[in-house]
């Protein structure tokens, strides 16, 4: 993609140095003109799309840094803690000593198969959460890596474009060669490509998070937790941390993600709709410590 925008700022150069250029040979003076005025529609065409392609970037690099944060940040704590007390036999060994009778044992056994059972919960959606994150990001790497296929010269073009004096007529000679293998339209058709790529990504990952996020609310109220949610805020390409106080607007958020998971699949896209009138209870005291 930088290659690409690396090329275009070529174009740039190109027609800020033929401005006020005598020209003695009139034939390269019309092909520096043609050239120029190629360039120009170019540019003019592209800009839109260019400054979405460097959102798009910022976007992408912004989720593949959550989908890292979640898996290290989040999910590995949970793992851990479910080993953890799964290896943890002193309370058997308590029992076997007698420092603690039956029933004793058998509370702590249950409350600890809960708080893994709660953990395993969670895990499960994190780990869909990951798995999935990580593989859109792949198969998009991949697209765009096919799609860097039909655009096969901009190494050349780049490795020449910073070999050349950025000046006088000999650059424009050399441009002009250059050009001959990538065209104006070929910048044009390759960022339309790469613009189609990111948007049909970004759709599949604002889809899937929003999933995860109905998940993550429903376990919260099946739990009765009041753990801060890390989501991935689709709109803004940023990570929010999600702490809800009653039930009301947990519902409430889980409505609004399931409107934009149903306007994904009718294939338009809604950020958010009107609240609808529910209960406004508080969060239950969680079930597990």
Same mark, same amino acid.
């Given at each position: 993609?930088f290659? #690409? @925008?690396?090329?275009?700022?070529g174009?740039i150069?190109f027609?800020?140095? *033929?401005e006020g250029m005598?020209?003695?040979n009139?034939?390269m003076?019309n092909?520096?003109?043609? @050239?120029?005025?190629k360039a120009i ?5 592209t800009i839109?799309v260019?400054k979405?392609?460097r959102d798009?970037y910022?976007?992408?690099?912004g989720?593949h840094?959550?989908?890292? +944060?979640m898996? +290290?940040t989040?999910l590995?704590? =949970?793992l851990?803690n479910?080993?953890? /007390?799964e290896?943890n036999?002193?309370?058997i060994?308590?029992?076997?000593l007698?420092q603690?009778?039956?029933a004793? =044992?058998s509370?702590e056994?249950? /409350?600890?198969?809960?708080?893994n059972?709660k953990?395993?919960?969670?895990c499960?959606i994190?780990e869909?959460l ?5 593989q859109l990001m792949?198969? #998009?790497?991949k ?5 860097a296929k039909n655009?096969?010269f901009?190494? =050349? ?6 070999e050349?004096?950025m000046s006088?007529?000999?650059w424009v000679?050399?441009?002009? *060669?250059? $050009?001959?293998n990538l065209v104006?339209e070929?910048?044009?058709?390759f960022q339309?490509n790469? +613009?189609?790529?990111f948007?049909?990504y970004?759709?599949a990952?604002?889809k899937? #998070?929003?999933? $995860?996020?109905i998940e993550?609310?429903?376990? @919260?109220?099946?739990?009765?937790s009041k753990?801060?949610l890390?989501?991935?805020?689709y709109?803004?390409?940023c990570?929010?941390? #999600? ?7 947990m519902?409430? $958020? ?7 998971f149903?306007?994904c699949?009718?294939g338009?896209?809604k950020?958010s709709v ?7 209870t ?8």
């Open positions: 993609m290659d #690409c @925008l690396k090329s275009k700022k174009y150069k027609t800020e140095t *033929i005598a020209f003695k009139e034939e003076q092909k520096c003109i043609e @050239l120029k005025d529609t170019m540019m003019n065409s839109e260019e979405e392609i798009f910022k976007y992408f690099s989720f840094r959550y989908i890292n +944060h898996e +290290h989040e590995r704590p =949970l851990y479910i080993r953890t /007390r290896q036999k002193d309370v060994y308590q029992y076997i007698n603690i009778n039956k004793v =044992l509370d056994l249950i /409350r600890i198969d809960n708080l059972m953990d395993r919960a969670h499960d994190l869909a990951v798995v999935v994150g990580k792949i198969d #998009c790497m697209e765009i890596e096919n799609v655009f096969p901009y190494p =050349l073009f780049n490795t020449k474009i910073d050349l004096n006088g007529s000999k000679k050399e441009f002009l *060669i250059i $050009s001959n104006p070929e910048i044009t058709l339309k790469l +613009h189609s790529v948007e049909k970004k759709i990952i604002s899937y #998070c929003a999933y $995860s996020n993550s609310i429903k376990f @919260l109220i099946t739990y009765g753990k801060t890390v989501i991935w805020n709109f803004d390409g990570t929010d941390y #999600c702490q809800f106080k009653t039930k009301g607007e519902v409430e $958020s889980m409505n609004n993600f399931k409107t934009f149903d306007s699949n009718n338009v896209p950020e009107a609240a609808e009138e529910i209960e406004n508080f969060v239950s005291e969680p079930t597990f410590p």
